[in-house]
């Protein structure tokens, strides 16, 4: 089956812009999570999403937002970018709604670099 | 913060030797699970292992924990090149959230 598809793989941006970055999970699976990584603070979680809903946020500001859709993709937005937010964005899904004690499927990230 | 903290941050062995990671973590856990990252790619799930498991194989992969000492350690025996990656280790204090760990970059020198 296919794996987690996350759209674009590279993205260039200016500070002050926003961007919209794609998640399609796994068929089936109905959790989305978010997560950043940068080579200072590792990967950090942005946010999870089940069925629709956002069931836990990260420590982020508000300028980072998602959404999930009713087939599962999920968005995540960033507003008004910052340098700091040059870093690759993983999106990773999970097929067991309640519990994801089995592990998630990650995509292959979306480079994003600010300048 | 971060949940887990992998050590040693970096390793480098010689192909065929065993490569060992430790992770250590703060708060009660629901389990615990390692991931392989290639070089700026996605993450990779390696094996899980719940909180009432102390050991678990997959392969060549084996994977204690001590919720004690709330601490996990990663074996891979006999490594290859291709192991060459970065590890992680996630832990899940919520049910729904993993935090992951700043990992352990391997090298094994063919």
């Known amino acids: 089956k296919a794996g987690v598809t996350q759209t674009p793989r590279y993205l260039i941006k200016t500070r002050g812009q926003q961007v919209t970055l794609s998640c399609s999970p796994i068929?089936?699976?109905?959790?989305v999570s978010w997560y950043q990584q940068t080579p200072g603070q590792g990967l950090q979680f942005l946010f999870e999403y089940f069925s629709e809903t956002q069931r836990n946020k990260g420590n982020f500001p508000g300028r980072f937002s998602g959404r999930q859709f009713s087939n599962s993709r999920s968005e995540m937005n960033v507003s008004t970018l910052e340098l700091g937010d040059s870093a690759l964005y993983l999106c990773?899904?999970?097929?067991?709604?309640?519990?994801?004690?089995?592990?998630?499927?990650f995509g292959s990230g979306t480079r994003l670099t600010v300048v | 913060s971060q949940q887990g903290e992998e050590d040693p941050q970096a390793l480098s062995i010689q192909e065929g030797e065993n490569a060992t990671m430790n992770c250590s973590y703060k708060?009660?856990?629901?389990?615990l699970q390692w991931y392989r990252q290639n070089s700026g790619r996605g993450l990779v799930h390696l094996i899980l292992i719940r909180s009432n498991e102390r050991e678990k194989h997959s392969g060549r992969l084996r994977v204690t924990l001590d919720t004690s000492k709330k601490s996990s350690s990663l074996l891979i025996t006999a490594s290859r090149a291709a192991d060459t990656a970065s590890y992680f280790c996630a832990t899940d204090a919520t049910g729904n959230q993993f935090y992951f760990g700043t990992g352990t970059s391997l090298t094994v020198i063919p």
């Open positions: 990773a899904s999970s097929g067991l709604g309640q519990s994801i004690g089995y592990g998630y499927t």
């Open positions: 068929s089936g699976h109905r959790s």
């Open positions: 708060t009660s856990i629901n389990n």
